[in-house]
C-alpha cells in the first residue's frame, strides 16, 4: 500500500504500525510529532496505530533557538 509522507510517497506493508514506519525510514522518535490526515497522534498510540492505504502523514521535528 502506499502512504504520503511529507509530500513523498512510501510503499508500506498492510499492518504496519506507525512505531515501525518511523523506525524503518530511520528516524528515533524523540524531538518529533507525526499527524495522521492533519490530527497529531500522541507518541503512546503510535504502536497501536495501522497505516492503511492512501494515508497523508507529516512529520515535523522539534527545533530549539530562538
Known amino acids: 500500500m502506499k502512504i504520503k509522507l511529507n509530500d513523498q510517497y512510501h510503499e508500506v506493508e498492510d499492518g504496519t504500525s506507525l512505531a515501525s514506519f518511523v523506525e524503518s525510514i ?3 522518535p524523540n ?3 507525526v499527524a495522521i490526515n492533519f490530527e497529531v497522534v500522541p507518541k503512546d498510540k503510535w504502536a497501536e496505530t495501522f497505516l492503511s492505504d ?5 512529520l515535523i ?4 533557538g530562538g
Open 31 to 33: 524531538g518529533i510529532a
Open 54 to 58: 492512501r494515508l497523508e502523514l507529516m
Open 61 to 64: 521535528h522539534a527545533v530549539s
Open 26 to 28: 530511520g528516524l528515533k
